[in-house]
């Protein structure tokens, strides 16, 4: 699934006109592009078995190891999180105990990672992706109103077929899981406070 087809589910089932490019000019389709980017990071938040991998955490030129913009999700070990350094406005990894920045290679540390290019994402989840971004923007067309019937089935069948054709690891345990997404409800340090980012 590529974004302008998920743009035009979206503006299909709300009653509005397809487009034909994504940048059509309109308030409408970029209001679904900016929904389906919220929906994309929500759902692979979750991880998803094309999204999660481990990797080595090594350290930059200045002795820290940054936490990268694709990152959704990070499992760390006890007593390293994040912070942001104000100088750049950029995340590294933190020792909480030592009050200073990481400074030691990580091996093996799963990371889930966002996918921004839908076509990369395996179909059903892409349009898991597209049914509950087409649900959100007919709520912010419609406020007040409950999406119609045919599109709270279009997004059910697009969830079910996901979860029971791709495969999600077991990030039930939240040990040591630090997610970075929009909506998160780990807190990271930015200027000396633990906030919701």
Wanted: net charge negative; glycine share 6%.
């Amino acid at each position: 699934m590529d974004e302008l087809t998920a743009v035009n589910i979206c503006l299909r089932h709300s009653g509005d006109g397809h487009v034909n490019e994504l940048d059509a000019g309109d308030g409408n389709s970029s209001l679904a592009s900016t929904l389906i980017a919220e929906q994309r990071r929500e759902i692979l938040t979750s991880g998803w078995s094309f999204n999660t991998h481990n990797i080595d955490l090594n350290l930059n030129a200045a002795g820290r190891i940054p936490v990268a913009q694709s990152y959704l999700r990070i499992r760390l070990p006890e007593g390293i999180g994040i912070n942001k350094d104000d100088a750049d406005n950029k995340l590294y990894l933190w020792d909480i105990d030592q009050n200073q920045w990481y400074d030691q290679p990580l091996t093996d540390v799963e990371v889930v990672f966002d996918v921004t290019d839908l076509t990369k994402i395996p179909d059903p989840v892409g349009r898991y992706i597209a049914w509950s971004a087409a649900r959100e923007y007919y709520a912010s067309r419609n406020e007040g109103n409950e999406p119609p019937r045919h599109l709270q089935d279009r997004y059910g069948d697009a969830q079910s077929l996901a979860m029971n054709t791709e495969e999600q690891p077991n990030l039930n345990d939240a040990t040591g899981w630090t997610t970075l997404s929009a909506r998160t409800s780990t807190r990271i340090n930015i200027d000396g406070e633990w906030v919701y980012p």
